[in-house]
Structure formats: structure tokens, C-alpha cells
């Protein structure tokens, strides 16, 4: 007689999507922990700051006035004026509460809009570097990930040749970010009105552009996409409160976007989550009308950590590295150390020499494969400088091992 594990099975979508790199190997790093391994990590994106007090006083605030009941599935509406009042005063751009959907972080937020506007067999341009979870949510959605190679001396950047060359009838979706995660690119106005033109001349794609590191930018004022009113209609801007604002746990994003296309989100998130954290929300209304100068202290302090890691990665033989002009990572390129061994541990790629790094150096990183470009790893300074030191000189140490 079968038993009950040969009968009952688990829905083939999981099969076409693969876990987070990036939770994996925080996964990783706290086993070695949970061991008594003094493990330093350099994987998470996670600013190592705490919240700013005047949005702290106003999430406990709002549990003395009992915000405490379900919410509304889109968002409270002075949070949706809010994100609007952020939006005309950062970003120059005009936006109503019903272009705003709030989210359980950016990450629903994505899923939302991938999910509201993909269908099966459309293709998704997808320039590499990009952030672990893009092309796993176009899985999701039944769409087909185009993966477009940039190189490190147009600084993981795309250009509007190289867009325009990947473009098909099956074209529905561009989805990047600025400030890039892994690589720290930042687009300027000018390499954004080029992307621009080739989308004007294409108008049934949508543009999803990933703002959540826009105060963490270390070469000036942030462009958005979003300003070329002729292309607004069609463009999905997603930010929230994590990086900028060091709310990681408060989980809250938020997209603008066309009435049409913010209605979808909150139709689908009616069925997933309902409205996001009542607490939460309250406390991001003071986030996104009030001062920022906590949020620019913090960048100051990841824009110093920047030059000390460009110094230590410039003693690293083999590693061969881009600038990053914003968001809080760097993202080398180490394939000189691929075929290389310690005696006991073969490098063949470089999964292989982040796993070497942590199980070795105790160093936890994500490899570059994760993000579209398995020649690189990336590694974070969302981290003391202290930490950040002690981890460089042991992954110097164990590197110099690899022969």
C-alpha cells in the first residue's frame, strides 16, 4: 500500500524558480554561528544602522493611538498623499494616491507588478548584473527572462543599441535598477533619455524601475525614468523604506504607476496580504514628509566605507573592479582565481570560491552567478569598517592560499 509521501506531491512551480542567493547564504553564515564560528557577513543588503528616532517615535505613537486594525488593501490614504509629497519634492514628479499601491517591501511590490502585467510567453529584458529575485518573479509569472550581458567598462550599464537589439514582438516589460544592485551603477539623465528614445519608438513595453537605493548615491542627484512625461504611463517606479530610511523590518514598499496597472496591483495583493502593516505605515508617513537628514548621514558614512573598500580590493591580486556610484556593494570580478586550489579545496567558479570564503575566511559573500555574471562575486560594506577590514584581510589570507 502507498504511503502518504508517495502519493501526495508539491506543485511543479517550485521547480522553476531557485531560492534567493542572497537568504541562502545569510542561511549559511548563521549555522556557523549557531557552531561558535565568528563568521562576518558581507552578504545581506542590510544597513547596519538604526531606524532614525523621529520615525521610531512615530510607530510608537501609533500603537498608543491603536492603529491596530486591518488596513486598507492599497494603503492608508495619508500614506499614499505621503509617498506623493515624496515623489513631487525628491523627484520632481506628479503623482495622485491612486497611482500608489503600498506593499509589504519592495519585494511584493515587484512581484506585484511583474505579476499584473507579464503573461505567459512574454519576454522580460533583464540587463546583467541585476538583483537575484527579477528573474525568479518572471518565472513566477510564466514570462521568459532575456538576459542582457553589460560589461564593466560601460560600468553595467545598457545601452540604447544594445536594448534596442533585444527587443522582439514578445517584448512586454525592461526591469532595471538605479542605483543597481549588485554593481552600484547609477544612470545619468542623459543614458536615460537615450533608453528613452528606443522606448518611445517601442510602445507596447512597460518599464519597471527599481529605486530603492535612491538616497544612497554617492555622484549626485537621483534620476528617475520616470521623468519622461510621454513614457510615464507606462513606467512602474518601486522604492520603500529599507535601504534609504534602515527599515529593513518594517517591510514596506510602495510602487507609482498608471491608474490601471496600480489597480491590478491591488487586486492581486487583495488575494496575497491585504493591506501592509498598520504601525508600519504610520511610521513611514513621518519617513516621507520629514527630515532626511538622517538618511544622507547614513549615505556620508557608506560614501567613506567606498573608498576604504576600493583601497583594500586594490591589494586583492586577480580582483578587477568597477566604482560603485551608489547602493552599498561592490561586485569584483574573480574568475583569475578559477582552477586554482588550497591542496583541499578546487575553485572552479565562483560559487565555489564564495562556499571557500565561508567555509575558510568565515566571510560570507553572494556569488556573481546569482545576479547574471558568474565571473564576479559580490560583497557588501553595509557593515562596520571595523568588521569590513578584519573580513578583507581574511579573504587576502585564504586567497593567497589558492595557487
Given amino acids: 500500500m502507498p504511503t502518504t509521501t508517495d502519493v501526495l506531491t508539491i506543485s511543479s512551480l517550485l521547480s522553476k524558480f531557485n531560492e534567493p542567493e542572497t537568504l541562502k547564504m545569510a542561511k549559511l553564515g548563521r549555522e556557523l554561528r ?16 538604526d531606524t532614525p528616532v523621529h520615525i521610531k517615535e512615530a510607530a510608537k505613537k501609533a500603537i498608543d493611538d491603536n492603529w491596530s486594525h486591518y488596513t486598507p488593501v492599497a494603503g492608508y490614504p495619508d500614506l499614499r498623499e505621503a509617498v506623493c509629497t515624496k515623489l513631487k519634492r525628491d523627484n520632481n514628479l506628479d503623482y495622485k494616491a491612486e497611482n500608489i499601491v503600498v506593499s509589504t517591501g519592495a519585494k511584493q511590490s515587484l512581484a506585484n507588478a511583474i505579476l499584473a502585467v507579464v503573461d505567459a510567453g512574454d519576454e522580460v529584458i533583464i540587463p546583467a548584473p541585476f538583483w537575484v529575485t527579477y528573474s525568479e518573479l518572471v518565472k513566477i509569472a510564466g514570462g521568459v527572462a532575456v538576459i542582457v550581458p553589460t560589461s564593466m567598462e560601460d ?29 552600484g551603477s547609477v544612470y545619468t539623465k542623459d543614458e536615460l533619455e537615450g533608453l528613452a528614445e528606443v522606448f518611445r519608438k517601442n510602445p507596447g513595453i512597460y518599464i519597471i524601475s527599481d529605486e530603492i537605493y535612491e538616497y544612497i548615491n554617492f555622484i549626485g542627484k537621483h534620476e528617475s525614468i520616470a521623468q519622461f512625461d510621454e513614457l510615464k504611463d507606462r513606467i512602474i517606479i518601486i522604492n520603500g523604506l529599507s535601504k534609504g530610511f534602515a527599515m529593513t523590518g518594517y517591510r514596506l514598499g510602495y510602487i507609482a504607476a498608471s ?97 571557500y570564503l565561508l567555509n575558510v575566511a568565515h566571510v560570507s559573500t553572494v556569488t556573481g552567478r546569482a545576479f547574471g555574471n558568474p565571473k564576479c562575486i559580490r560583497l557588501s560594506f553595509a557593515n562596520s569598517l571595523p568588521k569590513i577590514e578584519a573580513a578583507y584581510a581574511r579573504i587576502k589570507e585564504v586567497l593567497a592560499k589558492l595557487k
Fill in 259 to 355: 491608474v490601471p496597472v496600480a489597480k491590478a496591483c491591488e487586486k492581486l495583493q487583495g488575494q496575497f496580504t491585504s493591506g501592509t502593516n498598520s504601525i508600519t505605515q504610520k511610521a513611514a508617513v513621518v519617513a516621507f514628509t520629514t527630515d532626511l537628514k538622517p538618511s544622507m548621514e547614513m549615505t556620508q558614512e557608506f560614501a567613506r566605507r567606498r573608498e576604504r573598500v576600493k583601497e583594500l580590493i586594490a591589494t586583492i591580486p586577480g580582483w578587477k573592479c568597477a566604482q560603485p556610484d551608489g547602493a552599498f556593494y561592490v561586485f569584483p570580478e574573480v574568475d583569475y582565481y578559477f582552477g586554482k586550489s588550497d591542496g583541499e579545496n578546487k575553485i572552479e567558479n565562483a560559487d565555489d570560491l564564495c562556499m
Fill in 34 to 49: 549557531a557552531k561558535g564560528v565568528d563568521v562576518i557577513d558581507l552578504s545581506l543588503g542590510e544597513p547596519d544602522f
Fill in 155 to 183: 560600468n553595467y550599464k545598457i545601452t540604447p543599441a544594445t536594448l534596442e537589439s533585444y527587443i522582439t514582438p514578445k517584448s512586454k516589460l525592461f526591469l532595471f535598477s538605479s542605483p543597481c544592485n549588485p554593481s
